[in-house]
C-alpha cells in the first residue's frame, strides 16, 4: 500500500466529506453501529486487498461498536473521530478511485485503512489489552 495513496486519499473531497461527518456518527450509537455492519460486510467481501491489515481492522470494528455501547471510552475523540472518517470514506461506493472500477477501486480505500490502521495502531493495540482483560 503506497503511502503516496493514502495521501491523496486523505486529500480528496470524499475524504474531507467523511470527516466532516465522522463526529456526527461517534456521538449517535445507531448510527455508529449502522457504519460498522456496512463497513464489516464490504470488509468481508473485499478480504484480498484488506488482508495486510485484516487483524488490525477486525479489531478496529470492535473498538467502535465498544464505544458505541459505552463499555469502552480510554480513546482521544480525535483518533475515534479518525478511525470513523476512514470508515466513513470505505463504504462510499465514489470516492478517489470509485469501488465500481474492477481490479483498482478498492487501493484507495486499502491504502486509507492501512495508513489509519498505523497512524493509530498504538490506541488499536490498548483497546485489544482491554477487551483481553475483560475477558480474563
Same mark, same amino acid.
Given at each position: 500500500m503506497s503511502k503516496s495513496k493514502a495521501e491523496r486519499a486523505k486529500g480528496s473531497k470524499s475524504y474531507q466529506k467523511a470527516r466532516s461527518q465522522a463526529a456526527e456518527y461517534a456521538k449517535d450509537p445507531e448510527k455508529l453501529n449502522d457504519l460498522i455492519d456496512k463497513a464489516s460486510k464490504k470488509a468481508h467481501g473485499?478480504?484480498?486487498?484488506?488482508?495486510?491489515?485484516? /487483524?488490525?481492522?477486525?479489531?478496529?470494528?470492535?473498538?467502535l461498536?465498544?464505544?458505541?455501547? /459505552?463499555?469502552?471510552? +480510554?480513546?482521544?475523540?480525535s483518533t475515534l473521530v479518525m478511525l470513523v472518517a476512514s470508515i466513513i470514506y470505505f463504504v462510499m461506493p465514489i470516492d478517489l478511485i470509485p469501488d465500481f472500477?474492477?481490479?483498482?477501486?478498492?487501493?484507495?480505500?486499502?491504502?486509507?485503512? /492501512?495508513?489509519?490502521?498505523?497512524?493509530? +495502531?498504538?490506541?488499536? +493495540?490498548?483497546?485489544?489489552e482491554w477487551e483481553e482483560e475483560a475477558a480474563a
Open positions: 473485499k478480504k484480498g486487498p484488506l488482508f495486510a491489515i485484516w /487483524g488490525q481492522l477486525s479489531a478496529c470494528f470492535r473498538l461498536r465498544a464505544y458505541a455501547k /459505552g463499555t469502552y471510552r +480510554e480513546i482521544p475523540w472500477i474492477v481490479g483498482i477501486g478498492h487501493l484507495d480505500d486499502a491504502a486509507l485503512l /492501512g495508513w489509519t490502521m498505523k497512524a493509530f +495502531e498504538s490506541d488499536i +493495540e490498548a483497546f485489544v
